[in-house]
């Protein structure tokens, strides 16, 4: 029989700590969480009058049970159930279980957070919004961002991605003929949103003021030394821009992308178009993927969204 064998439930604990804390070097707030976690391991084994070796998946159960009834968030459960985790890892490690109680115990699912979108107010000041202050071609190209991350419902990566011209090696482009834009989204899958006049002319804005920053990037939205804008630059300026514009909220590009399909959906109540308009692959938990006709999604853009109106009809 090992050492470990003979000792109790908190030598334990005090063991697999101090193997995490030396061997994986944690930092003191990582060990301390650990620690809380496991107290209350210990405590609910003690209570169930078993030996933490002992303990099988039905006890895991029903303390997540326990836990879940008693208020604490799916997501408290999932990072204390990480924490058993490891230590019972640990225990098979060291020959002492011979089953793992946890490794088939997952937390609840967690709710999903309702999206935060702007008034429809709000997002046409913020995207409508001139700074007199800033340099003239920083505030075309600001503007020209929150035009497109609103009026398109474009996600940030897919944003930084678009370059002036379409070729074979750009992630997206936007053909101002045809008033659509052409990304790469998730999954590595293209799709076209049409884009309104207010985008268009915003767009025509910034790309004449442009030359001032262009260097050889290939890239449409660059900084003053000519390369591509970081998605990080993107969420300061549109965060300072919102602030200038006298927004209440702190505006993140997400944040545009959901008041875009909020806004759609409000005036449209066509879900499906949604869906295909920001590039869902599938509609709640339904996992049912839908196909409709792009004219059709131009039509439900063109009636439904607040910066499409006047929007270049199709074919002239």
Known sequence: MTELARTDDAGLVRAYLDHVRVDKRL???????????????????????????????????????????????ARGIALILSGWRGFYGWLGRQGLIQQHPVNDVRAPKAGKPLPKALPVDEAVRLASYEDAEDDPALEARDACIAELLYGCGLRIGELVGLDVVASGTARGWIDAQEAEAHVLGKGSKRRSVPVGRAALEALRRWLNLRVAFAREDAALFIGQRGQRLTPQTIRVRLKRRALKAGLATPVHPHMLRHSFASHVLQS?????????????????????YTRLDFQHLARVYDAAHPRAQARKPRGK
């Open 268 to 288: 449209s109540g066509d879900l499906r178009a949604v869906q295909e308009l920001l590039g869902h692959a599938s509609i709640g938990t339904t996992q049912v």
């Open 27 to 73: 930092a003191e707030r990582t060990l301390a969480l650990y620690t809380a976690d496991l107290d209350k391991l210990q405590a609910n084994a003690r209570e169930a009058g078993v030996a933490l070796v002992d303990v099988v998946p039905a006890h895991v159960r029903r303390w997540v049970a326990q836990m879940h009834s008693g208020g604490r968030s």
